[in-house]
C-alpha cells in the first residue's frame, strides 16, 4: 500500500513539472504585456538614445521608437533607469519588459535575451580632453592612462581587452564627468553618445574623441525564447517602409548610423 501511494505521489509531482514547464514554455510574453497595458523600458541616461527633456519626459531615438512600438501593440510605453550592469536580472525578474539603450549586440547579450534585428550601427570611443588629444591617437599611447567606463557596457569590455583595468562608474555620463574633473584621463563610451554630448556646442565643449576601439550594433532585448523579438522585428519593417524610423532618426542625428529593416 505504501509502494502504491509512494508511485502515486510520484506520478502526480511528475506531472505538475511537466505542466509547469509547459506552460512556461508555453506562455506569451505579448500577451502578458498586453493584458497589463504597459511596455516597461530598462534604460539608462544616454543622449541621444534615452534623456530627459525639460518637462522631464524621456526621449531620444530609442526612447521615441519604444513609444511608437508600444503603441502599437496598443499598450504604454514606461521608462525605468536601471543599473546597467544589472539588466538581464531585471528583464529576467520582469522588473522591465525589454532593453533598449543603444544596448550592443554582445555574446552576452544575445546568449542571455531574445534580440531584435540590429537598428544602428555604432562604435566605442576614447573620450579626452581637447588639449592632450594629439597625445593619443593610437591604441599603444592608452597605456598609461586611467579610464572610467560604465560598469556592464561595451566600454568596459573594449579597455578591458587592452589590457587596463578601468574604473567602473554607474552611466556613460558619469564617466565623462570624470574626465572633464581629472579625475580619470580618459573614458571609453558609445560613438553616437560622443557626437551629441562633446565638443563645440555641447556639455563638454572641452573633451573630444580620438581612437575608436571597436564597431558594433545596437539591438534592443526582450527575455529570453519569448515572442516579444518576433513582434518588434515586424514593427520595425513596417516603421521603416512607412519612414517614421528615418523621421525620428533625423530628429535626433542618427540617421546615417540607421540599419535597414531585413
Known sequence: ????????????????LCACGSSAKGG???????????LIVGITDFEPMDY?????????FDADMAKAFAQSLGVKAEFIEIDWDNKILELNNKSIDVVWNGMTLTD???????????????????????????????????????FAVEAGSAG?????????????VQTQAAALMEVQAGTADACVIDLLMAGAM????????ELTYTVELTSEEYGCGFRKDGDMAK??????????????????????????????AK
Do not use: H
Open 198 to 205: 562633446i565638443g563645440e556646442g555641447t556639455s563638454y565643449p
Open 156 to 168: 568596459e569590455d573594449a579597455v578591458k581587452e587592452l589590457g587596463l583595468q578601468p574604473t567602473a
Open 108 to 146: 552576452e547579450v544575445t546568449k542571455s535575451m531574445s534580440c531584435g534585428d540590429a537598428y544602428c550601427n555604432n562604435a566605442q570611443v576614447v573620450v579626452v580632453k581637447a588639449a592632450d588629444a594629439s597625445k593619443y591617437q593610437t591604441k599603444e599611447s592608452l597605456s598609461g592612462l586611467a
Open 1 to 16: 500500500m505504501k509502494k502504491l501511494i509512494s508511485m502515486v505521489l510520484a506520478a502526480v509531482m511528475v506531472l505538475s
Open 231 to 260: 513582434a518588434y522585428n515586424d514593427f520595425y519593417k513596417k516603421a521603416y517602409a512607412d519612414g517614421t524610423v528615418e523621421k525620428i532618426a533625423k530628429e535626433y542625428g542618427v540617421q546615417e548610423s540607421i540599419i535597414p
Open 52 to 60: 530627459k527633456n525639460d518637462a522631464g519626459e524621456w526621449i531620444g
Open 28 to 38: 506569451s510574453d505579448l500577451k502578458y504585456i498586453k493584458d497589463k497595458g504597459t
